[in-house]
């Protein structure tokens, strides 16, 4: 693929301007919402020591997988796979298709409920700019925003229609734009938080529980959350990445800049972690209080400190840029695809599946119920947004990530499978053939097994 032709359809200003987009897609509420209260959930610091593992030997290769596919075919998901199968002389594009098909639709369902989630977050920060007077308590509040459909609403439509916005102005006027002012924002506000507990205390409390491991509270199940967790956190396997890999130009070095989104988007989460376990410890809460910790836990904390509204509204400031980097990525999977398959008008595309994906998202604002013909498992009978998020997680992203690891480790020339370390002294030797052999053995069975565990088909629990 030459250089021209990506050029027609844009890129990214600046190595810096990528960087920034792609950190802002991995940064999201999978970093401040659930990652701490997964943790909480699985006991901290064994937990986040196999979840470190996991970005090493599944995140890692991935996250190179989907930059190097994305850059040589220069196109969406689909069109970059179907290259590659082509050019790989294999037949027929089902692989291509399904993985592309599977990619579009995850953002798509993704989006749908990721926009009511961050539309809570809106809500927070609306209440906190207002002086953050609570109805009740945090979980009252909370409470009443979840079972008041045409609020939760109202915040969706409002997240939505910034991300559509962002969207339609393009990946560089938009997206690099956005991203470039969002991430440096989010990373000073987090600090000055870190600093501000560090005075007011926990934190000593909170460090320990996140770093020290203690082996006897790591079950089978939690190894599996950990590495379902990585392709959430990280963007993966739904070819967010092989779509921003395409915007990039071939002399940006993937390695390190695929290094590097890993390691922010790490730290990022143990910071916000490290933040809100000082506050739990602080005040005698329990740490595995569940996907409310954030929403129904943190503002009534911050009531009762000194400036706290204040601190409140930094807070769900950075919540809102944070999921807003992700939701942009997010919306873009799916826009790329219409633009470079069906040759859609970016403006046309952005609009229209920003319609339908705003649609789907208010049977999660209004807190409806899946129909009770789907199996359990797969979440029939319960709340759509809980179910997406389910459905997607354990099952969408995991298969997702599975077929690019195929591709990228089978199907990628040597030429291709070494681009992304060329950059490096003796070409990245051993690099390279240790991340070969990851991505053709080690990172595929390891997620095959996520999903054979998801499905209920191999039980890990001891
Ligand atoms: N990585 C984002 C987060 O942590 C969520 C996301 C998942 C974004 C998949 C794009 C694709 O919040």
Request: aromatic share 12%; with cysteine; charged share 10%.
């Amino acid at each position: 693929m030459n250089g021209s032709s990506k050029s027609a359809r844009g890129g990214f200003a600046s190595r810096l301007g990528f960087m920034w987009a792609a950190v802002g897609s991995a940064v999201g509420l999978g970093n401040i919402w659930k990652f701490p209260y997964i943790t909480g959930e699985y006991g901290g610091g064994a937990f986040v020591l196999t979840y470190l593992v996991c970005i090493l030997v599944v995140g890692l290769p991935l996250m190179y997988s989907e930059l190097i596919i994305g850059r040589r075919g220069g196109k969406d998901i689909l069109g970059a796979l179907r290259d590659l199968t082509k050019e790989a002389g294999l037949p027929g594009t089902l692989l291509s298709w399904l993985t592309g098909a599977m990619a579009v639709l995850t953002g798509f369902l993704i989006l749908s409920f990721y926009a009511v989630v961050a539309g809570w977050a809106v809500h927070f920060f609306v209440l906190s700019v207002g002086g953050l007077e609570l109805n009740g308590g945090a979980g009252e509040t909370f409470g009443a925003l979840v079972a008041n459909g045409p609020l939760a609403a109202i915040w969706h439509t409002v997240f939505m229609a910034i991300t559509i916005f962002v969207v339609t102005r393009g990946v560089q006027g938009g997206i690099e734009a956005a991203c470039k002012i969002l991430m440096p924002t989010l990373v000073g506000i987090l600090g000055i938080l870190l600093v501000y507990v560090a005075f007011t205390g926990g934190l000593g409390e909170s460090l320990i529980f996140l770093f020290r491991p203690d082996f006897s509270k790591l079950s089978g199940d939690a190894v599996l959350e950990a590495l379902g967790h990585t392709f959430f956190t990280l963007s993966l396997g739904m070819g967010v990445m092989v779509t921003y890999g395409s915007y990039l130009k071939d002399e940006i070095h993937v390695l390190r800049d695929g290094f590097w989104v890993a390691v922010l988007d790490t730290v990022i989460a143990l910071m916000a972690g490290a933040v809100i376990f000082a506050v739990v410890f602080s005040n005698d809460l329990e740490p595995s209080a569940g996907p409310g910790l954030l929403f129904a836990t943190l503002p009534g904390l911050f009531v009762g400190m000194p400036g706290g509204a204040l601190v409140s509204t930094a807070f769900f400031l950075l919540v809102v840029f944070a999921a807003l980097s992700s939701a942009i990525s997010l919306l873009e999977v799916v826009v790329a695809y219409m633009v470079d398959e069906f040759g859609v008008l970016r403006l046309w595309a952005t609009l229209g599946m920003g319609f339908a994906i705003w649609l789907l998202g208010l049977a999660s604002a209004f807190g409806l119920n899946m129909p009770g013909f789907l199996p359990e498992a797969l979440g029939g009978g319960q709340a759509v947004l809980d179910t997406l998020d389910n459905l997607t997680t354990k099952y969408l992203l995991p298969l997702g990530g599975l077929l690019i690891a195929v591709a990228a480790g089978w199907m990628l020339s040597k030429q291709d499978r070494e681009s992304g370390f060329s950059a490096l002294p003796g070409n990245g030797g051993l690099l390279v053939s240790s991340w070969t052999f990851l991505i053709r053995f080690v990172t595929p069975v390891l997620i095959l097994l996520v999903i054979l565990k998801g499905i209920g088909i191999i039980d890990f629990s001891d």
